[in-house]
């Protein structure tokens, strides 16, 4: 599989912060970051176009210390297209049969009961939380102008600072908020 001149960036901007970097060298496998859901206590990795079982099974090599449960997603381009997290023990799903689907199956599959937060618009789901120093909570979300029914659910979020995005231009090509953004847990006197 050829290198893209994406992958090499981003590559080299993790070496550059110390980064420890696994590489996927079966060429069989494949691994798209919007299909990796990360809870803080176990990963959901969605089979979809561009995630298929082996890439999965390179990820729970990688990260032994975590459990690795795997989601179809068949309607959806990834599984991050209709949840990502909002807290450290709150899922954010959309609303569709698809989204509810794959909660399911989440759900079935982990031993720990996480809160769940339905939005109507599956697309709204895909947020980005921080738990930043001095701030807290931390939740950047779709726009009001975009989602505002979605909108109307974060705003119960009293905990949480939020922070919307307009992001209907990189929506177009498929670029959710999680997939335009790289979180690094590092201190900040880089």
Do not use: W
Not at 25 to 54: H, M, P, Y
Not at 165 to 171: G, M
């Amino acid at each position: 599989m050829e290198k893209t001149a994406k992958v090499e960036a981003v590559k080299k901007a993790l070496q550059d912060l110390q980064m420890n970097v696994v590489e996927m060298t079966d060429e069989n496998a494949t691994l798209d970051g919007g299909d990796v859901l990360f809870t803080g206590r176990e990963f959901f990795v969605g089979l979809s176009k561009r995630t298929n079982q082996r890439g999965a099974e390179i990820l729970a090599d990688t990260f032994k210390d975590y459990a690795v449960s795997t989601v179809p997603v068949s309607d959806n381009l990834h599984l991050k297209s209709f949840c990502s997290m909002a807290g450290p023990n709150l899922i954010v799903i959309g609303s569709s049969e698809a989204a509810q689907k794959a909660l399911k199956t989440m759900q079935q599959m982990s031993d720990h009961r996480y809160d769940k937060l339905t939005v109507p618009d599956d697309q709204a789901a895909n947020c980005i939380y921080l738990n930043v120093p001095g701030k807290g909570h931390v939740l950047l979300h779709r726009a009001p102008e975009e989602f505002p029914e979605s909108v109307k659910v974060f705003e119960k979020l009293k905990e949480h600072m939020l922070i919307p995005v307009a992001n209907s231009e990189l929506s177009k090509v498929d670029g959710c908020l999680t997939c335009c953004s790289l979180l690094i847990n590092k201190s900040p006197n880089l």
